[in-house]
């Protein structure tokens, strides 16, 4: 078995005072789709910010390809290929989809062209001169991950993709995930809808009061619906 691409042990993380993650440890081998499961305030997202260096304290182990990050500040791991598409998307109202496409410089070599981009998300070639005030929630979202796409960014970290689209734009951010899987990508989800996270992922964490409580595999997923469920409240 490969050795993992990013390995995350003991893990605590604080807003100010406030003790948010305590004692994260997972970790994701290149490749692979692993995602986050939990309820609101269980630390997923605060995994996520920890992993990009825009947490105020940090403290225990954060490696990406055997280098640590739990110092580096947040533009040097964006450097090294990893980018985070965050829950509220970042979208700049006032740019259309085209300069909204293009703004985030490229981080390494061999970001997605933008032809490519586009056969993965057609509705941005449609709306290149719309704004993004112009933009469905659905569109917002797409754009949201072409645009770290473009970067050269191998790992990806995408926070609540699917939160308050339609069923259909789910079904479309699923095949554009299961499509980076296999282009080679490695990709960190954040979800709370575990039945669209068991179509595209390999495995789940389920995180609770900022630390991992278990981990599931995907093929083990139907016979551990009851316990899952019962982790999540649902």
Partial sequence: MSEPLLTIADLHAFYGESHALHGMSLDIREGEVVTLLGRNGAGKTTTIKSIMGVMGRRTGSIRYRDQELIRLPSNAIARLGIAWCPEERGIF???????????????????????????????????????????????????????????????????????????????????????????????????????????????HYVVEHGRVIDMIENSELAQKTDRLQEYLGV
């Fill in 93 to 203: 109202a006032s740019l259309d989809v085209r300069e909204n496409l293009m703004l985030p410089p490229p981080i390494k070599a061999g970001g997605m062209p933008v032809e490519e981009i586009f056969a993965l998300f057609p509705n941005l070639r449609e709306r290149l001169r719309s704004q993004g005030t112009k933009l469905s929630g659905g569109e917002q979202q797409m754009l949201a991950i072409a645009r770290i796409l473009r970067t050269g960014a191998t790992l990806l970290l995408l926070d609540e993709p699917t939160e308050g689209l339609a069923p259909v734009i789910i079904q479309q951010i699923g095949r554009v995930i299961r499509t980076l899987k296999e282009r080679g990508f490695t990709i960190l989800l954040v979800e709370q809808n575990f039945r669209f996270a068991a179509t595209v992922a390999d495995r």
